[in-house]
């Protein structure tokens, strides 16, 4: 290469033997220069690799060490979708292949390929394929084994390369399914291969018809929303994983996850509480507690109300290796507005709590479970400088804490809303004035609940906006919303107006018919509308000797 640059050179400059060699030095510097880019490219390529492909053969000293130094987990596994009835594939959704962390939840990776799928899923059917529709499996609708279908994509692969029996080549890249014998120990990576098995009869039922996806031809007639409930199950039952299990040697890091972003560090104050009835709670801080945390510095969501940041604790309230989402409002409009919305939605975690408990011992329902496991915490603000995380600037801040007058006021603070971080995969039971008619347990199980909460309180609260994510126990309940008769519980709460628009919209399903609980209405009067309802008397034979309030249109 340097012989032809040189040559060419010397025919454009020919006069004197000084420019040619300034020439050749020049060419050789191109050379060098590319030669030294090219290399430079070839290192950070085999750097990436190394990330993304470990070598399977290495102690697994050695690679957890190797994994532990890298962002995130440092371990990547390549997963391929299909989206397929129980017997075969559907050929006309090609094969989709995604990179995922191997902290990543399964229940993510399910999510991810299906709302691939339905970019293409609209060209044959109407809407979109809903999550609670398709199940994740290995090929030919083998169940995943054990709980792992609610745990991370790591532990799946970890769990079933260490399994007697288990068919290796669902382990293997495309191009080692061909061998004899594959091996995932020989692959330059880690790679899983998955079926999203659609349920024929939850579709079929939901459209009216069985859609030309799923090789119907009928046409579709019924509205999107509308789920008639499913009579008959599934022909083809899930085959269950029968593969013996041997010791496995899990990779993990000692220290938990790492932030795949950028850090900030923190101090805070965790709240202390104290119960007291029907869900209500004392909140205390305590001054002279201090635990330092570490979030993202970039945000892992942004929604409408709030903004959620990746963390981890350092103290006994939590295990250090939890991964914990930190919740502020998004658009910041005061300290005090900002801290009373998060102490809401705080204190309406507990009153769900309370009242799905009491909900669950009377009509015996099981697979749904609220989510208790929430901190409130204050951010401890030094040198009047909060974190930049807290979306609070030094001068606000300083604005707001010594505006006059603010001695006699409530000492302004800065708080965060701590839950463990959950899959991404949302099941929406209700919205904050609307509902979803759909005759499945759960949805029927949820709309009852709301119901009941009603009920209970005397027509002072309802419970809306209920959504949910899966996990081995079930559904857990978050960001759950009220509305009450003063309209103060918490941003959404629309007060009597909202209270009347869940009676109107409600529409009792057997769950409710089975606790006795009776048809809402609304009925006017004094200027406004109220609840009336009549109770049986077997919900207040499962009251446990308490008399089961009706609903009251009084304010107490």
């Given at each position: ?10 025919k ?60 995130g987990s ?45 970019v ?17 499996r ?58 999203l ?121 939590m ?17 005090h ?40 915490a ?27 007058g ?102 009792c ?48």
């Open positions: 290469m340097n012989c032809t640059l040189t040559s060419i050179v010397t454009t400059q020919p006069k004197s033997s000084a420019d040619s060699a300034a020439s050749s030095i020049a060419a050789n510097n191109m050379s060098n220069n590319f030669t030294a880019t090219m290399q430079a490219a070839k290192q950070r390529q085999a750097q990436l690799d190394a990330i993304k492909f470990p070598p399977a053969s290495s102690p697994s000293t050695e690679m957890a060490a190797f994994w532990n130094a890298k962002a440092g371990r990547s596994i390549l997963a391929y979708g299909r989206l397929a009835i129980p017997e075969k594939v559907l050929i006309n959704f090609p094969n989709d292949m995604l990179t995922f962390d191997a902290a990543d939840n399964v229940s993510d990776v399910k999510k991810t390929f299906v709302d691939r799928a339905n293409q899923w609209c060209n044959s059917a109407p809407g979109s394929l809903q999550y609670d529709e398709v199940n994740i290995w090929p030919f609708n083998v169940k995943l084994s054990g709980d792992t279908e609610h745990g991370t994509v790591g532990c799946v692969y970890d769990t079933h390369v260490a399994m007697n029996g288990f068919p290796l080549k669902n382990l293997v890249s495309l191009a080692d399914q061909s061998k004899k014998s594959p091996s995932p120990r020989q692959c330059n990576g880690q790679y899983m291969h998955f079926w098995i659609v349920d024929i009869s939850k579709v079929e039922a939901r459209l009216g018809a069985l859609p030309p996806a799923l090789g119907g031809s009928a046409r579709i007639k019924r509205q999107l929303d509308d789920d008639g409930e499913i009579k008959a199950p599934s022909k083809c039952a899930a085959l269950v994983s029968t593969y013996g299990q041997k010791q496995i040697h899990t990779l993990q890091s000692k220290n938990g996850p790492k932030l795949n972003l950028s850090s900030v560090a923190m101090k805070l104050r965790i709240a202390k509480i104290e119960e007291g009835e029907e869900g209500e709670i004392q909140i205390n801080f305590d001054e002279g507690e201090e635990v330092p945390a570490v979030a993202s510095s970039t945000p892992i969501g942004t929604g409408l109300a709030k903004t959620v940041f990746q963390a981890s604790l350092f103290m006994g309230i295990k250090v290796s939890d991964q914990i989402a930190f919740k502020r409002m998004t658009t910041p409009y005061s300290m507005n900002d801290s009373w919305a998060l102490e809401s939605e705080f204190r309406n975690i507990y009153r769900g709590k309370y009242f799905l408990d009491l909900f669950q011992r009377i009509c015996q329902e099981s697979g749904v479970d609220y989510s208790s496991d929430a901190y409130l204050e951010e401890i603000v030094e040198n009047n400088t909060p974190s930049t995380l807290s979306g609070v600037t030094a001068e606000q801040y300083v604005d707001e804490m010594y505006e006059p603010s001695e006699d006021l409530e000492t302004l603070q800065i708080l965060w809303l701590m839950e463990p971080r959950r899959s991404t995969e949302i099941t929406k039971y209700s919205g904050t004035m609307t509902q979803v008619d759909r005759n499945t347990l759960p949805y029927m199980t949820m709309a009852a609940f709301a119901h009941f909460t009603l009920h209970w309180t005397k027509g002072k609260m309802v419970f809306v906006d209920i959504q949910g994510s899966p996990t081995a126990q079930g559904q857990v309940l978050f960001d759950i919303m009220t509305h009450t008769r003063d309209g103060g519980s918490c941003p959404g709460d629309h007060g009597y107006t909202g209270l009347d628009e869940f009676i109107r919209n409600h529409k399903n057997r769950i409710c018919h089975g606790i006795g609980l009776e048809k809402l209405t609304v009925s006017k009067g004094k200027g406004r509308a109220s609840t009336t309802e009549h109770s049986s008397s077997r919900t207040r034979s499962r009251s446990q000797k308490q008399a089961s309030p009706e609903i009251d249109s009084d304010d107490d």
